[in-house]
């Protein structure tokens, strides 16, 4: 498929798709999460976390980080991504009111909790999987 097409297909999954893993580096070794993940009109993922947490420590140790979002689970032939990336810890307060929600209640007083961060991924690579006879397909980034 075209570089378009992909990209097309690419950017459906991560706009239906709100729930994946993220996995980070741990001393030398991956350690994998469940998060919930937001997009720009990029290929850009944003996903809510408490600067205290293991995660934002790795992070700050090695911006490597891997994502696999879309499988639904239903089967073979579901589409999904594999995305290598960096990422980096935000702080500034635009991203945060864009991502609030009310369910973050939970964990955060409100969105001017200073422990409420959020991590931003750049895709390096996405490969989409499991897309039809052509895939994987990998967009470079």
Do not use: C
């Not at 850009?44 to 980080?65: G, L, Q």
């Amino acid at each position: 498929m075209d570089q378009q097409e992909l990209k097309k297909k690419i950017y459906n999954i991560m706009d239906q798709h709100k729930i994946g893993t993220l996995a980070t580096v741990k001393q030398g070794k991956p350690h994998s999460r469940y998060m919930t993940f937001s997009n720009d009109d990029e290929f850009t993922f944003y996903t809510p976390t408490n600067k205290e947490t293991h995660k934002a420590e790795e992070i700050e140790e090695n911006p490597n980080v891997h994502i696999l979002i879309g499988y639904e689970g239903e089967g073979f032939g579901d589409a999904y991504l594999e995305v290598e990336g960096q990422a980096k810890i935000r702080d500034d307060q635009k991203i945060k009111d864009w991502l609030w929600s009310e369910e973050m209640e939970r964990w955060f007083t409100s969105k001017g909790d200073p422990d409420y961060i959020v991590l931003e991924i750049y895709p390096e690579s996405i490969r989409l999987m499991n897309a039809g006879e052509k895939t994987p397909e990998i967009l470079e980034l």
